[in-house]
């Protein structure tokens, strides 16, 4: 069974400039969720898809930050204009659902440095 | 509000040493509790998760044990070899599938 997929794993851009993420749950997943983790810090919910409705964006910065889920399985998270606060690791999990654990399976990450 | 508290920050210890990591939580209704371990630059990896009905998972080395009703947690790690260096993460569940996770404990297992 392949894992949950990332891209791009690393980038670099300067403030008020705009970036995109993009992830691949994995197959069957109904569930996604994207977590941004500070250094030194545990990471923290941005927003949570069931399919492609949102669940939860309570933490999510709507006048920079928005997200999508077409089709109920890829995701894109975007950042516009990005701060040098932005800077963190942008994680992305996805869990079936179904699975009466509600076990999540997380990405490898991106690493945004905004400078 | 769901707070995870991790301690101590960072611990060192010297290769086959057995070590507890403590995890502590604020709102004892939890649908479970999982460990997980954070090498640097990369994602997570999920270790044990134990159900808020149970007391305890194993693994290998690892051990974490849950007392729900006093909103703690431990990992136990017996025998330590410095390939155990990593960050470990606490997290919890309490609605809505959303994980609230800790600040992590830094460990370094020297040779």
């Known amino acids: 069974e392949a894992g949950v997929a990332q891209s791009p794993r690393y980038k670099i851009i300067e403030k008020r400039q705009s970036v995109a993420f993009w992830c691949n749950p994995i197959?069957?997943?109904?569930?996604l969720y994207w977590y941004q983790q500070i250094l030194g810090q545990g990471p923290k919910l941005l927003i949570q898809f069931q399919n492609n409705g949102v669940v939860d964006d309570s933490q999510l910065p709507k006048d920079r930050f928005s997200a999508e889920r077409l089709k109920g399985v890829d995701s894109t998270l975007k950042i516009q204009p990005a701060k040098l606060e932005d800077s963190a690791v942008y994680l992305c999990?996805?869990?079936?659902?179904?699975?009466?654990?509600?076990?999540?399976?997380f990405g490898p990450g991106t690493r945004l440095t905004v400078t | 509000k769901q707070e995870v508290t991790q301690i101590p920050a960072a611990l060192s210890v010297p290769e086959g040493e057995n070590l507890v990591l403590n995890c502590s939580f604020t709102d004892s209704a939890i649908y479970n509790l999982q460990w997980f371990r954070q090498d640097p630059g990369k994602g997570l990896t999920s270790l044990l998760l134990?159900?808020?009905?149970?007391r305890e998972q194993t693994s290998g080395r690892l051990n974490a044990s849950l007392d729900k009703s006093s909103g703690r947690s431990t990992l136990y790690i017996a025998a330590s070899q410095p390939g155990d260096s990593a960050t470990y993460l606490c997290?919890?569940?309490?609605?809505?599938?959303?994980?609230?996770f800790g600040k992590g404990t830094k460990l370094t297992v020297n040779p």
């Open positions: 997290a919890v569940m309490s609605g809505s599938e959303k994980l609230v």
């Open positions: 197959s069957g997943h109904a569930t």
């Open positions: 134990i159900q808020s009905s149970q």
């Open positions: 999990a996805s869990s079936n659902g179904r699975d009466v654990y509600y076990e999540q399976y």
